[in-house]
């Protein structure tokens, strides 16, 4: 019988993160004149990146590192690529909430890993910060776009709203299904299902962003 183990999958997460990120920074060097906002969404890789190393290391480094600094660091691409394609589509705008959500992530998580260990608090707040910015790329590229510019931004425009079902349907399994471990690197299966739909849901992001 095959079982899933937790660092296995955010390892090859973090080789597709990594494909993707060559993918990205070839598509920023070759249309860095052009285009704006391109260099946030390397940025974003490379910072998933670290973020999932760190995540994966969980026992190996300290754990406020892996837990805190490893999410926190996820959480903040997902904003640098809020910020990329906003300038991408010439639709900057201010991002004092968003600042005030990353600040709230890490405190809260902070105090759930190291004040109140609570792994189905950390999740919790993972896809929760998750949801609030995925939705805003999502509502950008769905309704704030120039009508003629849709077609193109569609696909992506759904991919986050994707995440925002994911995060929504996993913050709900934390609360209404018992978890038998406290242990991020012993999660479930159904746990392991929904780090694989992420991975899944990046490669889509990256064919998007280069549609």
Known sequence: ??????????????????????????????????????????????????????????????????????????????????????????????????????????????????NQPSLKMRTINIAAAMTIICFQCSWLLLKKTMFDQRPATRMLGLVFAAYCAVNTLRIAEWIVIPQESDDFLNSSVVEMLFLISYYLLLILMTYGLVH
């Open 1 to 114: 019988m095959i079982t899933l183990d937790t660092r296995t999958v955010l390892l090859v997460g973090l080789l597709a993160t990594l494909a993707s990120l060559a993918v990205v920074a070839l598509l920023w060097r070759g249309n860095r004149d052009r285009f704006a906002g391109m260099a946030f969404w390397a940025a974003d890789y490379a910072v998933t990146s670290i973020g999932t190393l760190l995540v994966a290391l969980r026992g190996v480094i300290p754990d406020w590192l892996s837990m805190v600094g490893g999410s926190g660091l996820v959480i903040a691409g997902s904003l640098l690529m809020l910020m990329g394609l906003e300038r991408f589509l010439g639709k900057r705008g201010r991002q004092y909430h968003n600042y005030l959500v990353l600040a709230l992530f890490i405190t809260v998580q902070w105090y759930f890993a190291v």
